[in-house]
């Protein structure tokens, strides 16, 4: 097939095993790290492209496929590991195939001039590209390169558990204390469960609308560029509310060794600063630091219960726990407690997208969900048993607030808590600080070799890192928070909205008794997201 004249496909043939780390085909550790790279690229930033006119215009043609838009002449096929799709300005479409694992879509430009947008490699992570993928204007029509999934199942349940597992976890044991043993489980598993089924509804809207790439893709296909906006605000929402709850959690453990809360806000922000000026791949070792912080919470946790056989702190003597909680309030509280683990929706768009199999992604999510379930659970369980009605609403806080054990504990968990926040806020971070660049035309990508774009990216950031750290100082409660954040927006964006997506771009596909079951799905999860923002507001949570 022919490309145009602007393009150049080269085809680069596989290169001979170097070192051990190459052993192992598809799941060499190198490609394991490759697959790690990009699913820290994709984290966070499949709402902002939304802002993006070249990917609005890109739906704006094809938010109905795979029935034609009237008056609009278009063709697509489903996407293939190497099929090269080449759609004229005529609406023809000319296909050919390819070894370099890229499929190639041409398509019109509403307003003439084409834009192209490229994503195949992951030399793109640097701090020269931003999250969103960059766009080019040329003349006669448009250009969209995307990626083919390189990811393999192993790689994707990596990536879906590294997602997931994050400080939501370190509020379970609070979240036992509120709801009790019965109801905290049902709740638990219940939202496991039904996190797990909407990620494969959103699968399988990828699956039957090939065009479509990220959870932007989907939201904008729903309700157009108005209601797209309208869910980036809530992912705005969730990133700076991620952001406060790692700003709190530092502040609440280092505290206890500097009763100093302000100068600790400061100082934490201040890294967030300085470590936004470093490249993404960079970051993304940074978030594997996390990774490993996390393990050593859970790992340190277990180990504290052993330790002492006294209540509080020791798991060889239970703390006082109830079955039921201990008013309806409390109840409604752990609503979001119990959400606010799952929401990391927004990128499994994207690890579909990347799954060199994408017919195993349901069996990658239900592995994914499963074990994210079992470490909730674990921590969760082991702290409500080491600490009962008396745990705080962070389990670190309850172990370095106890005198009873060795002090290797608190240093140990001082270090921990060191990493954990300064690994995951510029990621955080990150698509926050890409969106508003793009939108103010500073990005590296409209004029990265200009001092005054350079200092004009810092000043932003300052600004920012400045505007964080004013509303850091106006929240005090790591549980209220992750509550409110929970009910607020994780059960809108982990529940509500996804099965909003698949009964209307799915409708085809869904049968009476399934379409009314998702109707009463979306009411029970806007009537847990109201009633548990109530909760998170007017709660008490004072031992």
């Given at each position: 097939?022919?490309l ?5 496909t ?25 697959s ?25 043609g ?46 019109p ?7 192209e ?13 931003p ?28 990536n879906?558990?590294?997602t997931?597992v ?10 036992f204390?509120?709801?009790?043993w019965?109801m ?45 906006i ?77 330790i ?11 703390a006082?726990?109830?079955l ?14 119990f959400m ?69 504990v ?38 990265a070799?200009s001092m ?24 005090t ?5 992750m ?7 994780c ?13 209307q ?5 869904i ?11 979306i ?14 507001i ?6």
């Amino acid at each position: 097939m022919s490309l145009p004249s602007q393009q150049t496909t080269v085809k680069i043939p596989k290169e001979r095993r170097r070192s051990f780390m190459d052993y192992g085909g598809a799941n060499s550790f190198n490609n394991f790290a490759s697959s790690f790279s990009r699913a820290q690229q994709y984290s966070g930033s499949s709402l902002m492209e939304q802002f993006e006119d070249g990917r609005n215009g890109l739906l704006r043609g094809y938010s109905d496929l795979p029935s034609n838009i009237p008056g609009e002449e278009v063709a697509i096929s489903p996407l293939n590991e190497e099929a090269i799709i080449d759609v004229d300005d005529d609406g023809g479409q000319r296909s050919g195939r390819g070894s370099d694992r890229l499929e190639y879509f041409q398509f019109p430009s509403p307003g003439g001039g084409e834009r192209e947008v490229r994503g195949d490699s992951e030399s793109m992570i640097d701090e020269l590209t931003p999250l969103v993928p960059t766009i080019s204007k040329q003349d006669s029509h448009k250009s969209f390169i995307s990626r083919i999934g390189s990811s393999t199942l192993p790689q994707t349940v990596f990536n879906s558990i590294n997602t997931l597992v994050g400080i939501g976890l370190l509020s379970i044991p609070f979240g036992f204390r509120q709801s009790g043993w019965i109801m905290g489980i049902l709740l638990l598993l219940g939202s496991a469960m039904s996190t797990n089924f909407t990620a494969k509804y959103l699968g399988k809207i990828l699956k039957h609308h090939p065009h479509l790439l990220t959870y932007g893709d989907i939201a904008f296909a729903y309700g157009g560029r108005f209601f797209a906006i309208l869910v980036t605000f809530f992912f705005v929402m969730d990133l700076i509310g991620a952001a406060l709850t790692l700003i709190l959690l530092f502040t609440d453990c280092f505290v206890i060794i500097w009763p100093h809360v302000v100068g600790l806000k400061v100082f934490i922000v201040s890294i967030v600063f300085f470590t936004s000026l470093l490249p993404l791949n960079i970051l993304s070792i940074f978030s594997l630091m996390g990774i490993l912080a996390t393990m050593g919470i859970i790992l340190i946790v277990i180990i504290c219960g052993f330790i002492i056989n006294e209540t509080p702190g020791s798991l060889l003597q239970f703390a006082p726990t109830t079955l039921l909680p201990t008013n309806f309030q409390n109840l409604l509280f752990s609503l979001g407690i119990f959400m606010m683990p799952w929401g990391g929706h927004p990128v499994f768009p994207e690890l579909y997208r990347d799954m060199r199999h994408p017919q195993k992604f349901s069996h990658a999510s239900n592995v994914a969900f499963l074990v994210t379930f079992l470490l909730d659970f674990a921590i969760g369980a082991t702290g409500y048993l080491m600490y009962g009605l008396q745990v705080d609403d962070s389990i670190i806080k309850s172990l370095m607030q106890n005198d009873n054990y060795p002090t290797w504990v608190n240093k140990a968990l001082c270090l921990i808590m060191g990493i954990l926040p300064i690994s995951k806020l510029p990621l955080v971070t990150r698509p926050i600080i890409s969106s508003y660049e793009n939108m103010l035309k500073i990005a590296p990508r409209y004029n990265a070799k200009s001092m005054s774009n350079k200092v004009a990216r810092v000043f932003a950031r300052f600004v920012f890192c400045c505007l964080l750290l004013l509303v850091a100082l106006l929240f005090t409660s790591f549980g209220k928070l992750m509550s409110f954040l929970g009910s607020a927006i994780c059960y809108t964006v982990c529940l509500t909205l996804p099965l909003l997506f698949y009964l209307q771009l799915n409708k085809a596909q869904i049968g009476i008794i399934e379409g009314i079951l998702i109707k009463i799905g979306i009411v029970i999860s806007i009537s847990c997201a109201v009633l548990g923002t109530y909760a998170s507001i007017v709660t008490n949570t004072a031992k």
